[in-house]
Each structure stands twice: as C-alpha cells, then as structure tokens.
C-alpha cells in the first residue's frame, strides 16, 4: 500500500505560484511604502515551503505484508520512519478498534507485540484488508 501520489512536478509548480504571487503583492505593497507586509509575506512563503517539504517527506509512505514460509513480515515507512516486524502465522492475533462509526484500527500482533496495519487505506478497505491477512494466516 502506498500514498495517493499528486504529479509531484505540479505540486511543485502549484506552490512556486503562490509564493510568487505572495511577494509579487507584498513588494508591490511595499513600493507604495508599506514595508511591513514584507515580512508577513516572507512568514507565509515559509509556511508554504515547510508544507510542500512535509508533503514531499510523507510522498513515499507505504506499507507491506507478505508471507515467508510460516511467518508474516509487515514492513512500513512513515515519515521517513522505517519499521519491520516478524509474526508467526500460528500465533499472530487480529483485533479491530472501532474508534467512530467510519473509523477503525486494524491491529496485527503476537507475544505482546501489536502493531497498526492499513493506515494508508480508506475506511471502506480496511475490512477487506483484515480479511486477506486472515487468510494469509491460514494457509
């Protein structure tokens, strides 16, 4: 499972554009004297380029589960955070937390080890995915 990914190049373009437009109004304000919405528009430019590096940084998220022989590898990245762990098949627990009526967690674990799968998919997937883990689980 991966993030929906944008055309990257667009995003890109999409937040040049409105930085330029911000301090294209702001130097524009500025030449009729009023120098302190510069700094403003400087803020806001830095806003916008630490959302489009936190939305590049999430881009490669993902999440795999595979089966190897009699063990379950569940491998994820989230924000650059690399993690994988190692069930058994015959030990490895499934458990749901309802949270609202539209939300849910998914929970694999074993020996006191629990960990979060299908955090990238829709609520809709989320009972499907449950179910192909369970079957990956027995055979």
């Known amino acids: 499972m991966r993030r929906q990914k944008s055309a990257h190049s667009s995003v ?10 911000t301090m294209s109004i ?15 528009a400087g803020l806001e430019c830095l806003a916008l380029g630490m959302a489009y590096f936190w939305l590049k ?3 490669n ?4 589960i595979y089966v190897e022989n009699d063990q379950i590898f569940v491998e994820s990245s989230f ?3 690399h993690q994988k762990m190692v069930f058994s098949k015959y030990w490895i627990q499934i458990s749901v937390e309802q949270i609202r009526p539209n939300r849910m967690k998914i929970f694999v674990g074993s020996h006191g080890n629990r960990l ?4 990238l998919l829709p609520a809709a ?3 499907d995915l449950m179910n192909q883990i369970k079957l990956l689980a027995a055979v």
């Open 57 to 59: 940084k999430q881009a």
């Open 79 to 81: 924000s650059g955070v």
């Open 116 to 119: 979060e799968v299908g955090r």
């Open 12 to 21: 890109r373009i999409v937040f040049l554009c409105l930085g330029v437009v």
């Open 125 to 127: 997937k989320k009972r």
């Open 61 to 64: 998220d993902f999440e795999m």
């Open 26 to 40: 702001a130097v524009g304000f500025a030449a009729y004297g009023l120098w302190l919405v510069l700094p403003y």
